[in-house]
Each structure stands twice: as structure tokens, then as C-alpha cells.
């Protein structure tokens, strides 16, 4: 069954804090893709990485960071120096071959950053 | 370039009525899936329509139902409605090229509340 686990309900930082996202999943194709989105308060899920199966490697995007292993089925992410403008609810979701892109998503983290 | 957008904002429906909310999908985009996100859960895949077809369908009842237009825009609608059906309603856009899957690209949603 394909599931997508995000444990951390609520993180609070104060800015400038590195601050990280666990993202678990379970999966049973060995062809599969994963994402995270970002959701501000506007409501609109805001599309920040797509990463396949097949590609292990990190990325870096600015002060956004995203660690894959797929020995221990983890997508997490890393936000560093963090800012107020981070506050959002973060979600990691699965996408399965022949699933037509169809994503299943965890229940999210809330990130509140202070000033 | 337009994203993705729905109609309309905000909706306040009674027990037992109908409703019908739109979508038009990012330019380029020919698929449209759509997604309902109830209070503090991640969103949950509802069904997906391509060449005016319903494509994929979660577990969600026959009381929703759904259309694609010629010109790729969607309409979701809910028969019936119980007071469980008030959430976010979030219509996401995105093509698949090649079978594999793209990133969906999302509205800002609609807000129903049932009475």
C-alpha cells in the first residue's frame, strides 16, 4: 500500500534557524516520484520539487535543500536560514507509475517562523 | 501565462443541495485532477479527467461526479451534499509526456462550507 508519512504535526523556529522536514513513504513500485509543496495561508499548493525513483542525488535550491534515500524511504527537507516568510504548511507527496501523475499526500508540517 | 484557476471562492451550500465548481487549467496543460483537502489533512485525490474521460477515480462515492469541456476546462460536482463534504476543493492541471508523469500545477481552491 502507498503511503506517505510527514510525524512532525507543527515545527516553530525563530528566523535564521535551520529547520528540517522528515518525510517517510511506503511504496511498493520501483518506479515512483516524490514532491513537496509548500501551502501558505492563501491556500494555494505551491510546487517546489519533483525528484524520480531512479535519482538519488540532493538538491540544492537557494536556502532549500532536499535529501532522498531510498535505503531508509526518506525525502526530507531542509530549509536553512530560515525567514518569516517560510510560515507555510509543507507537504511530501507520492506519485506511483500508472498512477497518471495522481499525487498521495502526507498530512503536512506546519512551519511558523518568528521574528 | 495564466495558472490554473477556480470558481468560485467561496461557496455556503446546504444539507441535501448540489453544487458545481469549476476549474480552467494552466495554459499547455491538458489533464485535470481534482482534490479535496478537509480541515488540518492533506488533500485527497478525488478523480482525474483527460480527452474529456474520467481517467482515475479514488475512493471517493458516485455522489461526485465530474466533466472535462473540449476546451480542458473541468467542472466538479457533488450531489447530495452532507455536512462531511465541507473542505477545500483544490483543482490541479498538469500533461504526462512520454508516460511519465509531470508536476500538477495547483488552483487556489475553493472554500465550500455545507450547513
Known amino acids: 500500500a502507498q503511503k506517505v508519512t510527514q510525524a512532525q504535526t507543527e515545527i516553530s523556529v525563530v528566523e535564521k534557524e535551520d529547520v528540517t522536514l522528515d518525510c517517510v513513504y511506503e511504496t511498493r513500485d520501483t518506479t515512483y516520484y516524490l514532491f513537496w509543496y509548500k501551502q501558505p495561508p492563501s491556500g494555494e499548493l505551491v510546487f517546489l520539487i519533483r525528484?524520480?525513483?531512479?535519482?538519488?542525488q540532493n538538491e540544492i535550491s537557494g536556502r532549500y535543500s532536499w535529501n532522498f534515500q531510498k535505503s531508509t524511504s526518506s525525502f526530507n527537507f531542509t530549509i536553512t536560514a530560515s525567514q518569516v516568510v517560510d510560515s507555510a504548511v509543507y507537504f511530501c507527496a507520492l506519485s506511483e507509475r500508472g498512477s497518471q501523475g495522481n499525487l498521495i499526500f502526507g498530512k503536512g508540517t506546519k512551519l511558523s517562523v518568528k521574528p | 501565462d495564466a495558472g490554473v484557476t477556480q470558481s468560485p471562492t467561496h461557496l455556503i451550500k446546504t444539507r441535501g443541495q448540489q453544487v458545481t465548481l469549476r476549474c480552467s487549467p494552466k495554459s499547455g496543460h491538458d489533464t485535470v485532477s481534482w482534490y479535496q483537502q478537509a480541515l488540518g489533512q492533506g488533500p485527497q485525490f478525488i478523480f482525474q479527467y483527460y480527452e474529456e474521460e474520467e481517467r482515475q477515480r479514488g475512493n471517493f462515492p458516485d455522489r461526485f461526479s465530474g466533466h472535462q469541456f473540449p476546451n480542458y476546462s473541468s467542472e466538479l460536482n457533488v450531489n447530495a451534499l452532507l455536512l462531511g463534504d465541507s473542505a477545500l476543493y483544490l483543482c490541479a492541471s498538469s500533461f504526462v509526456l512520454a508516460g511519465q508523469p509531470y508536476e500538477q500545477y495547483f488552483g487556489p481552491g475553493t472554500r465550500l462550507t455545507v450547513t
Open positions: 525528484r524520480n525513483s531512479f535519482d538519488e
